[in-house]
C-alpha cells in the first residue's frame, strides 16, 4: 500500500518561501505522477502542481506560475514543491497525491492516493 508523507509546512510572511516534500513509500513511485493540491478553510480543495512520472512535464495553477516549482528525486521517492513569494492567499494545507498514470492531470478525480496533508501559514 503506497503512503504519501508531506512535510515543510509552517508559518512564514509573506514574501518569504518554504519547500514542501512529499515522500512516498513503494519501490514503483518512479512510475506515477504526482500532484499538488490546497484546501484553504472554508474553501474547496484546489489543483496548485503537478509533474509526470519522468519529471519531464509539469503543470502549474494560474495563481501560482512564475512563483512556485515542482521537481523530483525519484532516487528518494520524492517530490517537491518550492513555493516563493508566498501570499496570504497562499494559506492552506497542501496535499499530495500519486496519479497511476505517468501523465499529469489537473483534477483530483485522477488521483488515487493522497496524503495527510500539511499546513502553510503566511502572515502579513
Known amino acids: 500500500q503506497v503512503q504519501l508523507v508531506e512535510s515543510g509546512g509552517g508559518l512564514v510572511q509573506a514574501g518569504g518561501s518554504l519547500r514542501l516534500s512529499c515522500a512516498a513509500s513503494g519501490r514503483t513511485f518512479s512510475i506515477y505522477a504526482v500532484g499538488w493540491f490546497r484546501q484553504a478553510p472554508g474553501k474547496e480543495r484546489e489543483f496548485v502542481a503537478t509533474?509526470?512520472?519522468?519529471?519531464?512535464?509539469?503543470r502549474f495553477a494560474d495563481s501560482v506560475k512564475g512563483r512556485f516549482a515542482i521537481s523530483r528525486d525519484n532516487a528518494k521517492n520524492t517530490v517537491y514543491l518550492q513555493m516563493n513569494s508566498l501570499k496570504l492567499e497562499d494559506t492552506a494545507v497542501y496535499y499530495c497525491?500519486?496519479?497511476?498514470?505517468?501523465?499529469?492531470?489537473?483534477?483530483?478525480?485522477?488521483?488515487?492516493?493522497w496524503g495527510q496533508g500539511t499546513q502553510v501559514t503566511v502572515s502579513s
Open positions: 509533474i509526470s512520472y519522468s519529471g519531464g512535464s509539469f
Open positions: 497525491a500519486r496519479r497511476i498514470g505517468g501523465d499529469i492531470a489537473t483534477t483530483e478525480g485522477a488521483y488515487d492516493a
